[in-house]
């Protein structure tokens, strides 16, 4: 036992693998999906280093069924295995057929949106609304369970407020109708984002059902995705803000998980790797300038997580990778970054 298992506690050996209806994961840490963030190289990467699944971003059903040229890029899970594609919206004919499309594209499973907090989703009776009104969502549920063979899974927060907190009683009958596992956020909606995680109130969704219970919220070290299990009874974790310029990340949650120490960081070679397969893959995908500009948060995401783990970025290359116009530039800075004599850390 290493002094790391010594602090935080080691989750017992043969931790069993997740299985979600027909499909059986290698582990039990997740990438959350993130809107404008989760792209499709954002998830390949992660699975890649070992996060047990990844979801796509939110995509409105309707307008991923019309056939919007972003959402069904939103939606694309070439090279991702097991691809999942999340589902949002308000009526069950869009949410079914957009299941309908999901799976004719490949994808192993479909989630359902039923924690997005925005305004904008809300205020069309979407996302976290649907827990002010759980007919509608179950409708919506039985809608999109109808219309696929594959399995159905939802993502909630612990209620609209904390006055109606209705995560299990949702759970509970989501279900009854055929939903295969559950991911709960441990905040309302109404807190949005503020104040901190509640790992300890999704224990009462995981008392309510058999299916496996995801727990999310605030996870950022190993130690805390070990405290959130042991706190919320999950049978694994989403982790989603912690992951974005460290994909790697939810990997080492899962190794630790199975085999009860930590593994290696990344290395110097596998950082700038990934910034550049991240790079070129939106490039790839929207063009020069668009698949950089929507890279930025990414590089710039990268380049802060090098200099939290001791890589010494100078100020020029962490202004010009957010700023630069020219790929050709931002290759060459990453370059610079990981690669430059003197510039790694040595760890
Ligand atoms: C920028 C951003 C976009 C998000 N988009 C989605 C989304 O499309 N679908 C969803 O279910 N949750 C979305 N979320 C919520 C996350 O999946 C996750 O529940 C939340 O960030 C808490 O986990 P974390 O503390 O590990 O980030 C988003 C969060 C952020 C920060």
Not at 22 to 33: E, W, Y
Not at 79 to 106: D, F, K, N
Not at 114 to 133: F, Y
Request: charged share 20%.
């Amino acid at each position: 036992m290493n002094s790391y298992d010594e602090k935080i506690g080691k989750l017992p050996e043969n931790t069993p693998l997740l299985r979600i209806g027909s499909v059986q994961l290698d582990g039990c840490a997740f990438l959350a999906p993130m809107s404008g963030v989760t792209d499709l190289y954002m998830r390949r990467i992660a699975r890649r280093f070992g996060a047990s699944l990844v979801v796509s971003e939110m995509v409105a059903s309707d307008e991923y069924v019309r056939g919007d040229v972003e959402t069904r890029l939103r939606a694309e899970g070439t090279g991702v295995e097991p691809h999942v594609v999340q589902i949002a919206g308000s009526v069950g004919y869009w949410m079914g057929e957009a299941a309908r499309l999901a799976e004719a594209s490949g994808a192993a499973i479909v989630d359902i949106n039923m924690g997005c907090p925005a305004k904008r989703v809300t205020g069309g009776a979407a996302g976290s609304a649907l827990m002010r009104d759980l007919d509608h969502a179950l409708s919506l549920i039985e809608a999109t369970v109808k219309a696929v063979k594959i399995p159905v899974t939802l993502k909630m927060r612990l209620g609209w407020d904390h006055d109606s907190l209705n995560a299990a009683e949702l759970a509970q009958k989501a279900e009854k109708s055929g939903i295969q596992l559950v991911t709960v956020h441990g905040r309302t909606r109404q807190q949005f984002y503020t104040g901190k995680a509640d790992w300890q109130a999704i224990a009462a969704v995981k008392d309510a059902v058999k299916i496996p219970v995801i727990a999310n919220g605030d996870c950022s070290t190993v130690a805390d995705a070990v405290r959130m299990q042991q706190l919320s009874h999950a049978d694994g974790v989403m982790i989603g803000r912690s992951a974005v310029g460290r994909p790697w990340f939810i990997g080492e949650v899962a190794h630790f998980q199975r085999f009860g120490y930590e593994r290696a960081g990344p290395s110097a070679d596998e950082r700038a790797a990934s910034a550049i397969e991240h790079l070129s893959g939106l490039v790839g995908q929207m063009g020069s300038l668009k698949g950089l500009r929507h890279a930025r948060k990414h590089l710039a995401a990268y380049a802060e997580r090098a200099i939290f783990d001791g890589f010494h970025v100078p100020d020029h290359i962490k202004s010009s990778l957010v700023t630069s116009e020219s790929v050709e530039h931002v290759m060459a800075l990453l370059d610079e970054l990981f690669a430059a004599p003197g510039l790694r850390n040595v760890a």
